[in-house]
């Protein structure tokens, strides 16, 4: 009996030859990866040691990574002081991947691990993060994980008890129309499978429109994976990932790519085509409360985001500025833009995306996670509405209650900005 | 036996359970006065303490989607909560076991707030209904976290374990 990429990945690095969907293994973590509730991390950290005369030694700190994005620069002293003691940490530890709030190496988490080649084809990733499913674009087992559980990786280099989960295997098809991708992909499979379709299981994605996507696009894909509640979401490694770790992330070494065996066990199979799909839009208050663009059509937005660990690579900021060019947006909208990293906000400059983008009426404002958990950037007010390209729409997620935001593709937000309501970025279409 | 203090839909996420803005409070000593801080009401007799330790928080479907901070689980878990749901998100799930968060997975669970429960192993007999639903255990590896009192300990234990036989 075959494995699927996610039995193959926990087997090796469990030290097994096989293992298959429910059983419990222990595998060794290659990445582990926190933002700034490394700070709760630390906390745990120390509390294992408590009581047992050993020194709190992180197991293999060149395997720890340290990212700070999600409130940057501070917003508060609260903050500003968790971010110290990380920082005093990180250098007691001997910590190596760690990223400041630098307009060089920061950044997002999401952008940052791939960027800089930490994660390879075959890596088991964990991260305290929910969109740690992310890294999945890359042919790596990457999952998110709990404060306290991370801090057990620290101590062990094992994550413990693992349920080898049971995969979905989706086949793309079929060629995206102009201005519809990725995000409208998986927003669309969303929908399909609903927030909870794919609770506990690994989502693996095949098919020709999937071969052709960039490592951008699969990052999305990967990213919103956990929208479904699935643990994982895999691209089984191709050329295009080769490509991406040696052109853009500058890895040397030797990279193996992992791939299901042909009669790997699938919990079940999806096919979808793409061809005919139009822009989808996820509606307040859930994920998957995902419709096609002509139904939300004409909704009027006080505020439009793009950015974010989903939709702030510089592809993303390419198609807004083409969509902006010369262009100003509606007099009732904020746009607020956030570069994914400061490499990208580098090459974004250098190729005039910025300066369009700011040129048509939107604050180009620092990388990092900024409005899309409403912790200090961009908050909505009450009956405010806001399109935005990150990943969630919870009630409450752009800190007010009192508001609403949908999600859309970066094409989508830029050509709604310049209405003021949800249009569809292809002339004439619906 | 406990009584339900609040009943929640489907789809309940952790920024419902525990807002970002509240984020950069990590602490678990800290994190119980932001519990569920946009349903006013709820917030407040919690942090009045008019909500009894071994109060029940039934949910639907995917309690606790979405982000994995661990704040939604220790804010819960700090007044002492029971979450019964129809099912769990993995990462809540993980977390509330971790923490020693009590979560009793009840796919058929009918219950109204004002209801007692009564919870065992097995099922969860609503004594203000009479009615009776099947419980779900817990996968035995992640009943040897909850036997060892939670991650912590159980990370402790197998740490000396390892480390003597490094040594």
Redesign the interface.
């Known amino acids: 009996m075959g494995m699927t990429v996610a039995e193959k990945i926990l087997a090796r690095a469990s030290c097994r030859n096989v293992v298959k969907a429910g059983d419990?293994v222990e595998p060794k973590v290659d990445l582990a990866m926190s933002h700034?509730?490394a700070?709760?991390v630390i906390?745990?950290f120390l509390?294992?040691?408590?009581?047992?005369n050993?020194q709190p030694k992180i197991w293999n700190p060149s395997r720890v990574s340290i990212i700070f994005d999600?409130?940057v620069p501070a917003?508060?002293p609260?903050?500003a002081t968790?971010q110290k003691k990380v920082r005093e940490f990180v250098l007691s530890q001997g910590i190596g991947k760690f990223h400041d709030i630098r307009g060089d190496v920061g950044g997002i988490c999401h952008q940052i691990l791939p960027e800089n080649g930490y994660v390879r084809p075959g890596s088991v990733v964990v991260g305290?993060?929910?969109h740690t499913t992310s890294h999945g674009a890359l042919g790596a087992f990457a999952f998110?994980?709990?404060?306290?559980?991370m801090?057990?990786v620290w101590?062990?280099g094992t994550a413990?008890?693992i349920?080898v989960p049971a995969t979905i295997k989706v086949v793309v098809k079929g060629t995206f129309k102009k201005f519809v991708g990725p995000k409208d992909l998986i927003l669309h499979l969303i929908g399909r499978l609903t927030?909870?379709g794919a609770?506990?299981k690994a989502i693996e994605f095949h098919g020709p429109a999937i071969r052709l996507m960039r490592t951008s696009g699969r990052l999305v894909i990967c990213n919103m994976s956990v929208e479904a509640?699935a643990?994982a979401g895999i691209i089984p490694a191709d050329k295009e990932t080769v490509r991406y770790l040696r052109s853009e992330a500058g890895v040397k070494g030797r990279i193996d790519l992992v791939t299901p065996d042909r009669d790997a066990v699938y919990d079940q199979v999806i096919e979808i085509s793409v061809s005919k799909l139009e822009p989808q839009i996820a509606c307040p208050h859930?994920v998957?409360n995902v419709k096609p663009i002509k139904d939300v059509a004409g909704t009027r937005i006080n505020q439009v985001v793009i950015g974010s660990c989903t939709n702030g690579r510089l592809d993303d900021l390419a198609v807004a500025a083409s969509i902006l060019k010369g262009k100003k947006i509606a007099d009732h909208v904020r746009m607020l833009v956030f570069p994914a990293s400061g490499r990208i906000y580098s090459q974004a400059l250098a190729k005039g995306y910025l300066g369009t983008l700011m040129s048509s009426g939107a604050v180009v404002m620092n990388p990092g996670c900024g409005p899309c958990?409403?912790?200090h950037e961009g908050a909505l007010g009450d009956g405010e509405t806001a399109l935005s390209t990150t990943n969630?729409n919870?009630?409450?997620?752009m800190?007010n209650?009192n508001s609403q935001v949908f999600l859309s593709s970066p094409a989508v937000a830029a050509a709604s900005a310049l209405k003021g309501y949800i249009a569809h970025p292809r002339k004439g279409a619906k | 036996m406990g009584k339900v203090v609040l009943k929640l839909a489907?789809?309940i996420?952790t920024?419902?359970i525990y807002?970002?803005?509240f984020?950069?409070?990590?602490?678990p000593t800290e994190t119980p006065q932001y519990a569920f801080a946009?349903l006013t009401e709820f917030n407040a007799a919690l942090r009045g303490n008019q909500i009894a330790p071994g109060s029940i928080i039934v949910g639907g479907?995917?309690f606790g989607?979405?982000?994995?901070?661990?704040?939604a689980?220790s804010t819960l878990k700090g007044h002492q909560l029971t979450i019964v749901a129809r099912?769990f998100?993995?990462?809540f799930l993980?977390?509330g076991i971790?923490?020693g968060l009590r979560t009793v997975v009840c796919p058929d669970v009918e219950a109204s707030e004002g209801d007692e429960l009564e919870i065992t192993e097995l099922e969860i007999i609503n004594k203000s209904s009479g009615k009776r639903f099947s419980v779900i255990p817990l996968?035995?590896?992640?009943q040897?976290?909850i036997d060892a009192g939670?991650?912590?300990p159980?990370?402790?234990k197998?740490?000396?374990e390892?480390?003597g036989r490094a040594f």
């Open positions: 419990v700034e509730n700070a709760l906390n745990q509390e294992i040691y408590q009581g047992t050993l999600h409130r917003e508060s609260k903050t968790n305290t993060d929910s998110g994980i709990g404060a306290t559980e801090a057990s101590a062990l413990l008890n349920e927030a909870q609770n506990f509640g643990t859930t998957d958990l409403g912790i969630r919870f009630k409450g997620r800190g209650p | 489907d789809d996420s920024d419902v807002p970002g803005r984020m950069a409070t990590v602490l946009d479907h995917n989607c979405g982000s994995s901070r661990e704040q689980v099912g998100a993995r990462i993980q977390n971790n923490l996968p035995s590896a992640r040897a976290i939670g991650l912590i159980y990370t402790r197998l740490l000396i390892r480390t």
